[in-house]
């Protein structure tokens, strides 16, 4: 029976994801300088630091949108050209398809490969678990900017990628739908996906993060765990940001 966790999908996992001195340079300046580290199963990380220090691009670098100028990123298991995706990616203001809610979904299962028989019940199911079934026939360019965020994680939750990185996807939103939207987040968590989270709301980071990367000026200044983090930095940027000395 499938139970509905994410991120069974044969004996080799994705994970760990590890980057080895990666530089992302536009012309003679260096986004990302010579960041190294491995990212395991399980715990959630929150990727925070002021404007500008290169948190987007190295969330873009991991997913395969951006290609590193030097340095090497490394996957445990490939993907192969043709096979469904394993890992994914959500972004801050996500594109919605000219048709139902419920059409997006499928949409995102037939691109996928998933079997046509198998689409209807998924896709209503993905979007049960985020709080839209009674939008299902909705137009998606309709609904509000927490709906079309959370049809965004349902496209993805139907999928059940190992990875998911999200790119600020509460910027902009009313608490209300924040809260919301956190709760998709946490759920998928505990199915199983890991989740890699850019953010620049730090009660945010609090709430759902297990670890922080810390990024400076396209450098990686700490990593560790978050309580730790908040309350006791280990290094003069991070004290500077988190007295908000440094512009987030």
């Not at 896709?123 to 079309?148: D, F, H, I, T």
Request: hydrophobic residues 45%; proline residues 7%.
């Amino acid at each position: 029976m499938d139970d509905g966790r994410i991120g069974v999908h044969g004996p080799a996992s994705l994970l760990p994801l590890s980057l080895d001195r990666v530089v992302f340079a536009a012309g003679e300046r260096r986004i990302i300088d010579g960041v190294s580290f491995t990212l395991n199963p399980g715990l959630r990380c929150m990727i925070v630091g002021p404007n500008g220090a290169g948190k987007s691009v190295l969330l873009r670098l991991c997913h395969g949108l951006l290609r590193p100028t030097s340095g090497a990123i490394r996957w445990n298991a490939p993907e192969y050209d043709g096979a469904p995706r394993r890992q994914a990616m959500v972004f801050q203001r996500p594109v919605m398809l000219r048709r139902s809610a419920l059409s997006n979904v499928v949409y995102a299962l037939k691109i996928a490969r998933v079997p046509p028989e198998l689409r209807i019940d998924r896709a209503r199911e993905a979007l049960r678990k985020v709080g839209l079934e009674s939008l299902a026939a909705s137009p998606a360019r309709v609904l509000s900017g927490g709906e079309q965020q959370r049809l965004a994680l349902a496209r993805v939750w139907a999928l059940r990628p190992e990875v998911l990185f999200l790119d600020e996807p509460t910027a902009n939103l009313d608490p209300g739908a924040t809260h919301e939207i956190e709760r998709v987040i946490e759920a998928m968590h505990t199915a199983g996906t890991k989740i890699v989270m850019v953010t620049h709301n730090l009660g945010q980071a609090r709430r759902l993060g297990d670890e922080i990367l810390f990024l400076h000026q396209g450098c990686l200044i700490e990593r560790t765990p978050a309580a730790r983090f908040f309350r006791h930095p280990q290094s003069r940027e991070a004290a500077q940001f988190l007295e908000g000395e440094l512009p987030w």
